[in-house]
Nanobody, 116 residues
Framework: QVQLRESGGGLVQAGGSLKLSCEVSISILRINTMGWYRQAPGKQRVLVAVIGDGGRINYIDSVKGRFTISADVAKNTWYLQMNNLKPEDTAVYYC??????????WGQGAQVTVSS
């Protein structure tokens, strides 16, 4: 199993920006789907952004125009650039992946806290 490892969380004021990174120990070319999830206190984990087969990108409506998911093949890393953050974006963010070749363990997540 491949361990996922998030980094880049923090505390920011509303309107600010953060960039999360997810690094893996294998080539991301072996990964079919790379995504970012978030889990707010008392709520279920939800998929926020995803790069799917063929490079198709999707976002949940509440982050469209503010968040950008991207990947760097050379660094075996994918990212979530979060701009114009809002207090409702406060959550623990996790990266997730699906592959025909590997299985993945969730990381510990990255805490993102947005103050109003």
């Amino acid at each position: 199993q491949v361990q996922l490892r998030e980094s880049g969380g923090g505390l920011v004021q509303a309107g600010g920006s953060l960039k999360l990174s997810c690094e893996v120990s294998i080539s991301i070319l072996r990964i079919n789907t790379m995504g970012w999830y978030r889990q707010a206190p008392g709520k279920q984990r939800v998929l926020v952004a995803v790069i799917g087969d063929g490079g198709r990108i999707n976002y949940i409506d509440s982050v469209k125009g503010r968040f950008t998911i991207s990947a760097d093949v050379a660094k075996n890393t994918w990212y979530l650039q979060m701009n114009n953050l809002k207090p409702e974006d406060t959550a623990v963010y996790y990266c997730g992946a699906e592959s025909d070749y590997e299985t993945f363990n969730w990381g510990q997540g990255a805490q993102v806290t947005v103050s109003s």
